[in-house]
């Protein structure tokens, strides 16, 4: 299954045909932007108010996630056609004016810019919006879809280029963990033995030395990060596996994130080495890097 950002736009346009030499348009618009759940919000003429819950089935039988925005217009004939109002729409438009006038005398006459925008909205009233929103709506929802694939490949992309960048760093760190041990074993004998020769022979040196071991090896255990890495690597393969999969991901991605970051963070704090410390960092800052693109993704 592919991968889909939630972020996307998709626009289009349909005519519809109501009399000689007019047209009536209605444009479609729908905008995505990224949200942790689904949120609809539409912008309709009063003519397309009722057709707001077929859309809205329409948009949550295919789209998972996100912040979807959806405005559609109305326009009557274009501007150079303009349509001659029938006698009828006028009689009756005069029938209209006298009755208002009659119980509002300080009512203001119709104008001929008033009379040609009726005429406009008379030439609309006979088109089957339904049948046209339905057709429209599905051509704008798959540009969408489509859309929001591309992103999403893009978004993959770059995310396994940073787990890859982050399999060589934990490669780097791996070889690492051995030696920092036995230094700070080293170490903690040296200070011993140092502190020994202060002590003028007041301990002797077998439990001197057995207790240097004792607390080298508790100060080992406590700079060992080799199950940081072993667990960094196994979210790295599931990360991987989950885009490769595709699919409905987000949330676990966000997920498994957030814990990347927890052990680069447990990494970082047990070093006992410069390059180490180098390491996590530099894990740190691209496991960022991920999350706000994970951000995108359905």
């Known amino acids: 299954m592919p991968v889909y950002s939630m972020t996307g736009y998709a626009s289009a346009q349909q005519a519809a045909a109501t009399g000689a030499a007019t047209a ?6 729908i905008r995505s932007v990224n949200s942790r759940f689904l949120d609809l919000s539409f912008r309709l003429p009063d003519e397309l108010r009722a057709h707001e819950p ?5 948009l949550t039988a295919r789209l998972k996630r996100g912040k979807i925005e959806v405005r559609a217009s109305l326009e009557g004939p274009a501007a150079d056609v303009l349509r001659e109002p029938s006698a009828r729409m006028l009689q009756r438009l005069g029938s209209l004016q006298d009755t208002v006038r009659t ?3 300080d009512a203001p006459a119709l104008s001929v810019a008033e009379i040609l925008r009726l005429g406009t909205a008379e030439a609309t009233a ?3 919006w339904s049948a046209l929103l339905a057709g429209l709506a599905s051509r704008t929802l798959d540009e969408l879809m489509a859309a929001r694939q591309r992103e999403g490949e893009r978004l993959a992309t770059m995310l396994l280029g940073h787990l890859k960048q982050l399999k060589t760093l934990a490669l780097q760190a791996k070889p690492l963990v051995p030696q920092l041990v036995e230094q700070q074993r080293q170490r903690f004998l040296e200070r011993w033995k140092e502190a020994m ?8 040196p077998e439990a001197a030395q ?13 700079i060992d990060v080799a199950e940081e890495l072993t667990r960094l690597a196994a979210h790295i393969d599931e990360l991987e596996r989950l885009i490769n999969k595709g699919g409905e991901i987000g949330k676990r991605l966000d997920f498994l994130i957030q814990e990347l970051h927890r052990e680069a963070n447990t990494l970082g ?4 080495a410069l390059e180490l410390t180098r390491i996590s960092v530099d894990m740190k800052v691209l ?10 993704i359905e």
């Open 54 to 58: 077929a859309l809205r089935e329409l």
């Open 197 to 204: 020769a202060l002590s003028e022979g007041s301990v002797t």
């Open 287 to 296: 496991i960022e890097q991920m999350r706000e693109q994970v951000q995108n």
């Open 269 to 272: 704090s047990k070093s006992a």
């Open 210 to 222: 057995d207790r240097a071991l004792t607390e080298a090896t508790a100060f080992a255990i406590r």
């Open 103 to 105: 119980w509002m005398p």
């Open 24 to 29: 009536a348009r209605i444009g479609l618009e």
């Open 126 to 128: 006979d088109v089957d």
